[in-house]
């Protein structure tokens, strides 16, 4: 408990450290939201010309037996969208294309990178993913055991996460409170409205992305 009164008796000394926090947190925002908005033009163009032609082209066989003409479709797709592919899909492309029949791993990598492709590219544009039944009715997983794994690591890491934050967020809640009961009506004020911002922020990242 002296931890807290320390605390907030050194923020009360300095009226400023309010104002900078609130800059910080408002150069921090403006920035973030200037490299999303000038990154989204070419990720929605990569996204539109290449990453969901090629996902369209290959979900029907994912991970499934080679199909030569699936192949075919899929390669000619990224030939013609060179321009907007990485160096780990030019890899791909190069190792599939040396056989007409490319071999089975060459094809199953093929899929799991565009598979995993397709999904990251949806979260930064704002698109809802496939759900966990959809994968599992189309059979969208290399091997059972994979996507058991898969569930496991994704349950875990969000328990952990979620642990982790409600410890985190009722620490900075307890900080917060302190501060805010021995501050002055303008940094009340201040207080508030960066709070006020940061919920707004939270609120529309969870519509956006759950």
């Not at 000038?38 to 029907?60: A, G, H």
């Not at 969208?81 to 089975?104: H, I, T, V």
């Not at 982790?164 to 201040?190: G, H, T």
């Amino acid at each position: 408990m002296n931890f807290f009164n320390s605390l907030s008796s050194n923020i009360q000394t300095n009226s400023d450290l309010l104002n900078f926090i609130g800059i910080l947190c408002t150069v921090i925002v403006s920035i973030y939201i200037f490299k999303k908005d000038t990154s989204t033009p070419f990720i929605r163009e990569r996204y539109e010309k290449l990453i969901f032609p090629l996902f369209n082209s290959l979900e029907p066989v994912l991970y499934q037996e080679v199909k030569p003409e699936y192949i075919k479709n899929s390669l000619q797709i990224i030939k013609d969208n060179k321009y907007l592919a990485d160096g780990k899909l030019l890899e791909l492309f190069y190792y599939c294309s040396q056989n007409q029949n490319p071999s089975q791993k060459n094809f199953n990598q093929l899929c799991s990178y565009v598979d995993k492709l397709y999904d990251k590219t949806c979260h930064r544009l704002g698109l809802k993913t496939r759900s966990i039944s959809y994968r599992i009715m189309r059979h969208q997983y290399k091997h059972w055991s994979y996507f058991v794994f898969y569930i496991l690591s994704i349950i875990i890491l969000y328990f952990i996460a979620l642990i982790a934050s409600l410890l985190l967020f009722a620490c900075l809640m307890a900080c917060l409170y302190l501060i805010y009961k021995d501050a002055n009506d303008v940094n009340k004020l201040i207080m508030l409205s960066i709070g006020t911002i940061f919920i707004f922020a939270l609120l529309k990242y969870i519509d956006k992305h759950f």
